[in-house]
Structures are given as C-alpha cells and as structure tokens.
C-alpha cells in the first residue's frame, strides 16, 4: 500500500534516472518485522555509516564493504560474510515475497543501516522504485546527509523515522564522531516541508538519556511545528558481542540498561514540552 508523501520540487539527486540494476551493498534482510513503521515489514539493513556511535548496536554495518566476523549462535559458530552486493530489482523482488502480509497490516518495506543515505544512488532508485510499485516506504536515517539528498530521499517515503541522538554540538561530536549541525538542519527543513516523520531517540545511560540532553531535545522538538511524536528506545546489550566477533574494541563503556524509574522519567520530561512520546517503536 501507499501512503501520502510530501509533494516539492525534488532536486539534483533525482535528474538522474532511477533504474532497478543500480546496485548496493546490503548486510541484513530482516522479514515480518514489527518496529521499524506501521504494520508488518520487510527491513533493508544498508550498509555504511559516516557515523561511529558510542552505543552502535549494528557495528558489522558500519563500513562499507562486505567483511567478515566470526560465527555466533545463529551461525553455529560458522564465520560468516556481512554484506553482499545487490541490485535494487533484487532488493524489492526480495521485498514482495511478503506483499500479502503488507497489504493484510498496512506495512511495507523499510530502510534502515547502517545509514541508508550513505549510498546516495542506491537509496533513492530504491525508493523511486518501490514508489512506483505501490510499495509503502520508510527511510530510517540518522539525518546526516547533504540537504538534496536528505530532503529528496524523505519526499520519495512514505515515512522518516529521524533517529535524534544529542543537542549539544560537542557531545554529538564526542559520542557519534561528527558535528551535528547538517543533522538538525536537515530535521527543521523536513518540519518545514511537512515531510511525515517520528523522532526516535536512543535512550543511553550516561549520554543521551541525561536530563540536560532531554531538556534540549525537549525545547528542539516543540519548535517544530509538525509536531512528530516521539519514540523512545532504550539502550540493550545485545550488539556489545558483535565488536568481539569482528575484531574490534568497542567504543566506549555503556554503564548497563537504564531501569523503568528511568525511563518513565525520560518520558516525562519530554512530554513536558508538549510532545507526544511513547518508549519502544
Ligand atoms: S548512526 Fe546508527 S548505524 Fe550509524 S553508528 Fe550510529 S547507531 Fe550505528
């Protein structure tokens, strides 16, 4: 199904013809997922981010090209090779399998990462072609990304879940690695666009989740006034052994989960600045 999408002039990212043997590098098909936009999906796990967060529970998608890391449980302890090059026909060939499921729930595909806008030409035919087969999008991205194309990529989905993660410049830069100027930028022209979107902030002990950041965050969002609610997502361990199987240190200390008194608080305060919140998404 197809939702409705903002209407604007799109830009420079699109004068190129979206055709469906472009190709990128996928690392994770996640089928009947419920989390990730209305109704039962198909998420897209691109790969390659810009970004190097503190509490990254996706690190094998992190860089660009395939890699590999040693089995887990899944696996049966079998090392395995994380990611691989697709096209965009094969992506939603692989998408479809499900459409009577989408079709049943309101659903459809979803782009996640990774960053999807970190592989600028392979999201954008993706998108373009789902459009054009009536297949329901969203595009979860960190906003990081040249105004075109950010702006050009949310115009072409049906949703954005715009993960938000720190207000202040210098802790953004401190715990993601880059500036977050482009990144809340980017968030006003989609308000001012009326690009349909939810907030998902992350919630982390000791980063994100501090009661200044929240504030900040608070006082950001209800200036926008589209009015996006708010989804919280709590911090969990299940990425930390990821960094094992891959070789590589993690990146900082996470002090554990946050408790419910914690996150109700969370909630509360966001919710003081008039926002819609709830936790989970
Ligand atoms: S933006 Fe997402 S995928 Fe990229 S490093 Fe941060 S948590 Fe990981």
Redesign the pocket.
Known sequence: MVGNSATGMMTGYLSRPATSGVEGVVFRFKRYAIHDGPGIRTTVFLKG?P???TW?H?PE??DFRPRQMAGGPATGGRPLTVGRQVTVARVVAEAEKDLVFYDDSGGGVTFS???PLAQPDFILALLATCRHRRLHTVLDT?GFAPPELFLDAARLSDLVLF?LKIIDPDLHRKY?GVNNRQILSNFRAACRAGIPMRVRVPLIPEITATEANLHRLGAFLSTCRAGCPVDLLPYHRIGEDKYRRLGIGHPGRIPGNLDKARIRQAREILAGYDLKVSVGG
Do not use: A, H, R, V
């Open positions: 981010c970004l190097e967060c990254c996706n998608g992190q990462g990774g960053e960190s993960d993601t």
